[in-house]
């Protein structure tokens, strides 16, 4: 029931931020003069903002790009984190321990004060906001397959698959990271609500996305400043955000439940 609440919601979001903008007769750049912090009403679904700017068109807008910044950085952090993470516990030994410890190190950084540092001096660009979150949320990534293969490649099928003669290359891509598909898959669900956070937190504070472009991390920045005179531009994109987080994680824990449906949860 959970995945198919979820899936609803995800499905007709991404649908909506695609064709909405298209569809609507109304520009996000442009400035209505005589309406402006206009309450929502028959013309402007969702208010215009303190500039004139209707904020359906711009919500919309916002989550088309928080939604890409999302699957741009979570396809990234897999990529890395699971080649990363099945080369380290596969090969094992001195290289495995070379690697955790790497991991380790890149831990230790303060993240988001590089990621700031990152926007400030190279300028504030949307690849580079798609590599810095995406270079950094592949560590989990790393470790959760890292501990899922030293447990694969123990089972009795690998260990036949290497008394047969194939190459570690087959092994990993036909036994191990088969067996892998399912953790991925619901790691990746939980990565994606933790990218829009990011992601919506350096919005926020003004170093993400830039105009004319906007995401809805910038539209409650925003909507913070004018909570007086516009609330609606706060509330609107603030709740289209927290809907998408909260589909986001029950798609992930019920994909969990799917796979895993004797594990055990405190209540």
């Given amino acids: ?30 400035i209505h003069w ?6 929502p009403d028959s013309q402007f679904w969702f208010g215009t903002d303190v500039m004139g700017r209707d904020l359906y068109v711009r919500t919309l807008l916002g989550g088309r790009l928080s939604l890409l910044v ?38 230790a950084l303060p993240f988001l004060f590089l990621v700031i540092l990152l926007l400030v001096f ?7 906001l798609f590599a810095a ?7 989990d990534t790393a470790r959760i397959v890292r501990g ?19 190459s570690g290359f087959n092994i990993l891509r036909q036994h191990i990271l088969a067996n892998l ?24 504070l003004g170093l993400g996305v830039q105009e004319p472009n906007t995401s809805w991390g910038t539209l409650v920045s925003e909507g913070v400043d004018n909570l007086q005179t516009a609330p609606w531009s706060l509330w609107i994109p603030g709740l289209f955000l927290s ?25």
């Avoid at 979150?133 to 560590?139: A, N, Q, R, S, V």
């Avoid at 909260?246 to 019920?254: E, K, Y």
């Fill in 181 to 204: 598909r399912g953790v991925v898959v619901v790691y990746a669900t939980l990565t994606i609500p933790q990218v829009i956070l990011i992601e919506s937190f350096i919005s926020f």
């Fill in 243 to 267: 809907l998408t987080l909260m589909a986001f994680n029950l798609l992930g824990d019920g994909l969990r439940d799917y796979w895993d449906p004797k594990r055990l949860r405190p209540r």
């Fill in 122 to 128: 190279f300028g504030q660009h949307m690849l580079l």
């Fill in 148 to 166: 899922q293969t030293l447990v694969i490649k123990k089972q009795a099928y690998v260990e036949a698959a290497q008394a047969m003669g194939q």
């Fill in 1 to 30: 029931m959970k995945i198919k609440i979820a899936l609803s919601w995800l499905i007709i979001m991404t649908v909506w931020v695609i064709l909405g903008p298209w569809l609507s007769s109304q520009q996000p750049e442009f």
């Fill in 133 to 139: 979150i995406g270079g950094y949320m592949w560590l």
């Fill in 70 to 107: 999302a699957f741009v950085a979570t396809c990234m952090s897999l990529l890395i984190g699971v080649s990363y993470g099945l080369l380290s516990g596969y090969v094992g030994g001195r290289l495995d321990r070379l690697m955790m410890r790497f991991l380790d190190v890149l831990y």
């Fill in 34 to 39: 005589d309406a402006m912090a206009q309450a």
